[in-house]
C-alpha cells in the first residue's frame, strides 16, 4: 500500500472516504445532526468520480433510494442519525427480506425522538438490532476512531455486498464530529472486494443451495424482488416449509461467515480479574484507564472492544467470563448491551452495568472509580 | 502523559475559532503529533460562548475531550467567564486573552497575559477577520506547541483561498505582539470602541 501523508479528519469525512474507496457511488439522505458531513463530503466528491448524490424528500425516501439504486447495479450508502434512523426502519426490513446490499450509517444522538442533536448517545443500539419487525439478521458496526470508522465502512460495504445483507454503521456524535490524525491509503481500488459475476443461465438469485451473487436488475437475467416471503426465483409464496427454509437461509449466510462479521479487540492482562466489555466513543475511555492500569501498574485487568455489535460477539465475551470475575460494561444509555453480556456470561462473572445519559461521555474517572472498586 | 497539550481556543461564534482550532490541529498533523480536535456543536457555536478543544501528544489520544487545559485562549468576555473555572492547574495553564474585548477581572493567580488582539488586526491589517490567525501567533510564540515554519505553512494550507499570504502576515504578527510583551495592555484597550 503506498504511504501517503497523514491528514486530519473527522469521522463523519472518514466514513465517507471509506465508502468511496469501498467503490459506493451513489449516495442518498437527508441531512440531520450529527451525521450531515457524511452528506457534505458526497456530495463534493461524488460528482467528480463519476458518482450520483441525491438530497431526499426524507429518510424514508433515501432509504428506498439507495436499495433502487443498489438492485440497479450500484454501491450505494445512506446516512442520518436517531429520528432518521427510525424512519428508515420498514425499508430496511424489505432490504434484508429482498436481500438487497446497502448501508445505513447512523451517526447515533441523545433521544428518544429528537432528543438533544448536538449530544453523544449510545441508544440505538437495540434499534440498529431490532428497530425493523420480523426475525432478520443484521451486521451492526461500531467504530472507536477515525481511522476505525474509515475500515470498518470498508468493511461495511464489502460484507453487505458478499453476503446480499443490509450493515450498519452505528457511529456516535463523538466518534463522527471529532477530528484526529489519520493515515488513508492512497490506492483505493485496493479496498474493493468484487463479487463473482459467474453466474448460470438458470440464475436463481434466491437459490437455496446458499450466497449467489446480484446479478442487477435488468442485466440479463429475469427474476422477483419482493418484501413477501418468495421462492429461488423471487416469486412469492406463503408455503410453510419454503417460508422457514428462507428464513433458515438468511440467517445461515451471517453464521456461515461469523467470523468475518464478528470484530473484537483484546488489550490487558493475560489473566484478568477485571474485564471492560464496551464499544463506540466509550472504548476511549477505557482503554485510558485500561492503559494506565496495566502497562503503568500491571494491574490485572482488560479491555474488549467491540467492533461488531450485531451479530453479538457470544463467543468473545464467554472466553472473557471464563477468566474474569467482574466484567464491567459502560455504554451512554440506561443499559442495552449489558443484558446481551448477561446472557451469554450465564453467571460466570460478575456483570456490573456503568451507564450515562446525561449527553455526555463517560469519562476516564468514572470508569477508574468502579473498576478500583472492584479491583480493592 | 507529560507531554498531552489540551488547548481551549474560547470566544464567540464567528470569530473564527473553529477554524483556527482545525489550522492548530492540522498544523500539529504536518509537525507529525498526535491530535484530536473536537468543538462545540450547540447553539453556542453561533454566538455566545463557543469552544474549540485541540488534544496534541507525541502518544496515542485516548479520550478526546479536553478535561485539564494547558492552554487557555479567550477571545471575548463570556467565554472567558465560562471557561476560566475550567482550569485546575491555576498558574500553570497559559492564559492568554484578547483585552480588546475582554476586561477583566484578571486575578493575580492566574497569570493572566492580555494582548490587544482584535485591534491590531483592525488597526495593522485593517481586518477584523484575521484576529483569530493573529491569536495563533500568539499562542504559539507563547507556548511553542508547533515549529513556527510548519504553522505558517498549515496557515497557507488551510485559510480560504486568496487569504493565504494575509493570514500569515497576521500570524507573524502575533508573534511580534507576543514580543512585545503583554502587561501594559490589560484593561486599557478594552474600552476602546468597536
Same mark, same amino acid.
Given at each position: ?127 440498529? $438490532? ?7 439478521? #443484521?451486521?451492526?458496526?461500531? /467504530?472507536?476512531? %477515525?481511522?476505525? @470508522? !474509515? ?106 461467515? $461469523? ?7 483484546? #488489550?490487558?492482562?493475560?489473566? /484478568?480479574?477485571? %474485564?471492560?466489555? @464496551? !464499544? ?97 | ?194
Amino acid at each position: 500500500m503506498p504511504e501517503t501523508k497523514p491528514v486530519l479528519m473527522q469521522g463523519n469525512e472518514a466514513c465517507a472516504e471509506g465508502a468511496i474507496s469501498a467503490g459506493v457511488r451513489f449516495y442518498a439522505g437527508y441531512p440531520i445532526t450529527p451525521s450531515t458531513e457524511v452528506a457534505e463530503r458526497m456530495a463534493a466528491r461524488l460528482p467528480d468520480i463519476g458518482g450520483v448524490f441525491i438530497q431526499m424528500e426524507d429518510e424514508i425516501a433515501s432509504m428506498a433510494a439507495i436499495i433502487g439504486a443498489s438492485i440497479g447495479g450500484m454501491r450505494a450508502i445512506t446516512a442520518t442519525s436517531g429520528p432518521g434512523f427510525s424512519l428508515k426502519q420498514e425499508n430496511i426490513g424489505y432490504a434484508i427480506m429482498a436481500e438487497i446490499p446497502c448501508v445505513i450509517v447512523d451517526v447515533q444522538r441523545m433521544g428518544p425522538s429528537t432528543g438533544v442533536p448536538t449530544a453523544p448517545s449510545q441508544g440505538d443500539v437495540m434499534q440498529a $438490532r431490532w428497530g425493523t419487525h420480523g426475525d432478520h439478521p #443484521i451486521i451492526v458496526f461500531s /467504530p472507536a476512531s %477515525v481511522y476505525e @470508522t !474509515y475500515y470498518l465502512t470498508i468493511a461495511a460495504v464489502n460484507l453487505s455486498q458478499k453476503l446480499r445483507q443490509p450493515v450498519i454503521l452505528l457511529l456516535d456524535e463523538v466518534i463522527g464530529h471529532m477530528r484526529e490524525k489519520v493515515t488513508i491509503p492512497r490506492d483505493s481500488r485496493l479496498m474493493v472486494e468484487k463479487s463473482s459475476d459467474k453466474v448460470p443461465a438458470d440464475y436463481k438469485p434466491y437459490d437455496e443451495k446458499g450466497l449467489t451473487p446480484l446479478v442487477p436488475f435488468g442485466f440479463g437475467h429475469y427474476y422477483h424482488v419482493t418484501g413477501l416471503f418468495h421462492d429461488q426465483y423471487g416469486f412469492p409464496t406463503g408455503d410453510p416449509p419454503q417460508v422457514e427454509r428462507s428464513l433458515d437461509r438468511v440467517h445461515e449466510k451471517l453464521e456461515k461467515y $461469523r467470523d468475518e462479521v464478528v470484530l473484537t479487540n483484546y #488489550i490487558g492482562h493475560k489473566e /484478568p480479574r477485571v %474485564v471492560i466489555v @464496551t !464499544y463506540g466513543c466509550t472504548v476511549r475511555s477505557a482503554r485510558a484507564v485500561v492503559k494506565k492500569a496495566y502497562w503503568n501498574n500491571r494491574e490485572p485487568v482488560g479491555l474488549l472492544s467491540l467492533q461488531t455489535l450485531w451479530p453479538f460477539p457470544d463467543k468473545e465475551v464467554r472466553e472473557i467470563a471464563k477468566k474474569a470475575d467482574v466484567i464491567i460494561v459502560p455504554e451512554m444509555n440506561m443499559g442495552q448491551i449489558v443484558s446481551e453480556v448477561e446472557r451469554h456470561v450465564k453467571g460466570e462473572a460478575e456483570v456490573v452495568p456503568l451507564n450515562r445519559y446525561d449527553g455526555e461521555m463517560i469519562s476516564p474517572d468514572q470508569i477508574s472509580d468502579i473498576m478500583g472498586r472492584w479491583l480493592s | 502523559m507529560g507531554n498531552r497539550q489540551e488547548i481551549l481556543l474560547t470566544g464567540a461564534g464567528g470569530q473564527g475559532l473553529i477554524l483556527a482550532s482545525i489550522i492548530l490541529a492540522q498544523a500539529a498533523v504536518n509537525d507529525n503529533k498526535n491530535v484530536v480536535q473536537t468543538q462545540s456543536y450547540g447553539p453556542e457555536a453561533r454566538g455566545g460562548a463557543s469552544m474549540a478543544g485541540v488534544i496534541i501528544d507525541i502518544d496515542t489520544i485516548e479520550y478526546p475531550k479536553v478535561v485539564n487545559p494547558t492552554v487557555l485562549l479567550s477571545m471575548n468576555q463570556a467565554s472567558f467567564n465560562k471557561y476560566l473555572p475550567k482550569i485546575k492547574r491555576v498558574g500553570e495553564c497559559v492564559v492568554i486573552v484578547d483585552s480588546t474585548l475582554v476586561s477583566g477581572p484578571f486575578r493575580e493567580e492566574y497569570k493572566i497575559r492580555g494582548y490587544p488582539i482584535t485591534r491590531t488586526a483592525r488597526e495593522e491589517v485593517g481586518k477584523e477577520v484575521v484576529a483569530n490567525m493573529l491569536a495563533l501567533g500568539v499562542l504559539n510564540a507563547a507556548t511553542g506547541l508547533v515549529e513556527r515554519k510548519i504553522f505558517r505553512d498549515s496557515i497557507f494550507e488551510l485559510a480560504p483561498k486568496g487569504s493565504g499570504e494575509l493570514n500569515q502576515k497576521a500570524f507573524d504578527l502575533g508573534y511580534r505582539l507576543y514580543e512585545s510583551g503583554p502587561g501594559q495592555h490589560i484593561g486599557q484597550s478594552a474600552q476602546t470602541p468597536q
